[in-house]
């Protein structure tokens, strides 16, 4: 962040901290706060805003509730402009789903939507570091031995990976979400077989294989296929678990 004129201008109206807020969420929205970028020191933000330094804190820790910054610690810290992830959204959807506002049908629904289309355009545009990535994740998941909770968090790096590889910024934040709702908070509770296990890594390995081999109708069709045979895995799963 370059030095010189004030980036903010002061506020005077009820409820300060919530234009502080804006002004620090536009400057982010708009570029002028990079990720990464140091934000000014407290008293520096209380002098450019003309606010009290209750207020500034209050707007600070809003925006750091927000996921929009961070604290770092040290002679070197402050608040950081965030890099920008998903933690928010997972939050928020495992927040619904605990509630009972969304149910694994709509989860798989979602993913069955998203997923194949991402799996489409990453036949057309995943480099070489991309496709090392995903292999990489294919034989760390094929490993024998892994554990329940190792071999779930494998299957949701394969999908994430395969998002990030499709070059959408949303098929990436919304794909880490649905994965790591079903991972966290679904997939905990479920024990697939060894049948199950091998199915997973069959499927996978298909979707890598179309993808390298630039084929999108392929890739497209395996993840849909892969996605709709793990619903009725889990389906199955807990049927057994609530006949048991």
Known sequence: ?????????????????????????????????????????????VREFGASRVAVREALRALEHRGLVEVRQGSAGGYFIREMDA??????????????RVSLAQLVE????IEPESARLAALRANEPDIKAVLAALDARAETGAPGRRR??????????????????????????????????????????????AAI???????????????PETARAAMHAHIIDIEQRLGRVGVERAAS
């Open 110 to 113: 979602a993913r069955a939507l």
């Open 201 to 215: 890594v069959t499927a996978h390995r298909t979707i890598y294989e179309a993808i390298v081999g630039h084929d």
């Open 87 to 100: 933690g928010p959204v997972v939050r928020d959807f495992q927040t619904l789903f605990r509630l009972g």
């Open 152 to 197: 779930r968090s494998l299957d949701a790096e394969f999908h994430r990976l395969i998002a990030a590889a499709a070059r959408n910024p949303v098929h990436a934040v919304v794909t880490h979400s649905l994965t790591a709702l079903q991972s966290n908070v679904v997939g905990g509770r479920t024990d697939l077989t060894v049948e199950d296990d």
């Open 1 to 45: 962040m370059e030095s010189g004129a004030p980036m903010f201008s002061s506020v005077r109206t009820p409820r300060v901290y919530e234009h502080i807020v804006a002004q620090i969420e536009r400057a982010i929205f708009d570029g002028r706060l990079q990720q990464g970028d140091k934000l000014p020191a407290e008293r520096q933000l």
